[in-house]
Each structure stands twice: as structure tokens, then as C-alpha cells.
């Protein structure tokens, strides 16, 4: 892997970790600007460079650095949000999977929703998991589903929107991101 490539996966690793301080808490997870970083990396960079960027984040949380939401360390997964945090790195595979296929804004925000809903499928129910057996919470369907998307589909939707307008720009300015998209 090319020394470039290496640079700009860690910049969306770390970059990803600081939309992790970007925190609204809205119950058991927040609403952050992870997904945007993710979704960005996986656009940029590509299926692997951006799923691998994701992929270095949470291990280095998981080492103990505190750049999640609530902190870091192993005992993380027994939080509700961190199957989120999971979810991230096929969320970063597909957005680079499908993106690369077409660059146009709508193109990029159906990539995006895709990857999304990749991160919606690992994350609620892993949380639903922590929260009623873990926790044992006892929340039903509903408020799973309240809790875990519902509630962050319109600042999602706002994300998708932003990430779609943003990296076009991005790609044509600041430098060839084509080299990554393999």
C-alpha cells in the first residue's frame, strides 16, 4: 500500500474519531458525525482504504485510546452503541463498493443509504442484544427501533446529503483520489 494511501486512512480514522466528540445523547447511543466521516472515507478512498480506515478506529478504541462517544477500552462492546461502531467498517466496504460504480450526487446518496442501512442492520440489533439480555432493559420492537434509527434517520438524511454534495467537489480539487478506488 502506497505511503499516500496509508496517510489518508488514517486521517479518516482519526477524523472519524473526532466526530465521535461531536455528541448529542438521545438514550443508549448519541447522534455524532461518524457515519459522515465513514461514509466520506468510503467514497474518497474506496472499498478497502476506507473500510480499513474504519477498521483501524475501532481497534484502536478497543486498545484503550478513549475516542468513542463514552470512552474506550475492551469492555466497549458491552455497550449498547458499539455494534455502531462495528457496523462502520462494511458500512465504509459498501459506500466504497458501490460509489466507485457512478459519481454523481444521487449515485453517491444511494451508496450512502446503502451503507447505512449495512450500519442499521449491525447496530440495532446488537444493541436490542445488549440492552434486553445484557441490560435487560425489556424494550420491544418499537422502541427499539425508535431508539436505535428512527430518531437519527433526519440527521442521516442531512449527512447523505452533505457527503454527496461535498466529495464530487473534493475528488475534482484537492487531489486524485482514484489511485484509492480499487
Known amino acids: 500500500m502506497k505511503t499516500r494511501a496509508l496517510a489518508f486512512t488514517a486521517l479518516f480514522a482519526a477524523l472519524t474519531a473526532a466526530g465521535a466528540f461531536v455528541s448529542i445523547p438521545v438514550g443508549p447511543v448519541s447522534i455524532t458525525l461518524q457515519f459522515l466521516f465513514t461514509a466520506m472515507a468510503g467514497i474518497l478512498l474506496g472499498r478497502r482504504c476506507g473500510a480499513l480506515s474504519q477498521l483501524v478506529y ?12 463514552r470512552g474506550g477500552g475492551l469492555g466497549y462492546v458491552l455497550q449498547p452503541g458499539f455494534g455502531f461502531l462495528l457496523g462502520l467498517i462494511p458500512c465504509a466496504w459498501i459506500i466504497g463498493l458501490l460509489a466507485r460504480r457512478g459519481s454523481g450526487a444521487l449515485w453517491l446518496a ?3 443509504t446503502a451503507g447505512l ?8 440489533p446488537y444493541m436490542a442484544l445488549i440492552l434486553n439480555v445484557y441490560l435487560h432493559s425489556g424494550l420491544g420492537l418499537r422502541d427499539l427501533l425508535w431508539q436505535g434509527m428512527a430518531v437519527f434517520l433526519p440527521g442521516d438524511a442531512l449527512k447523505i446529503a452533505a457527503v454527496s454534495a461535498v466529495c464530487p467537489i473534493l475528488q475534482r480539487r484537492l487531489c486524485n483520489f482514484d489511485e484509492f478506488r480499487t
Do not use: D, K
Not at 475501532?58 to 462517544?69: D, H
Open 58 to 69: 475501532v481497534a484502536l478504541g478497543l486498545l484503550g485510546l478513549p475516542i468513542f462517544t
Open 110 to 112: 444511494l451508496s450512502c
Open 117 to 124: 442501512a449495512v450500519l442499521y442492520l449491525i447496530g440495532v
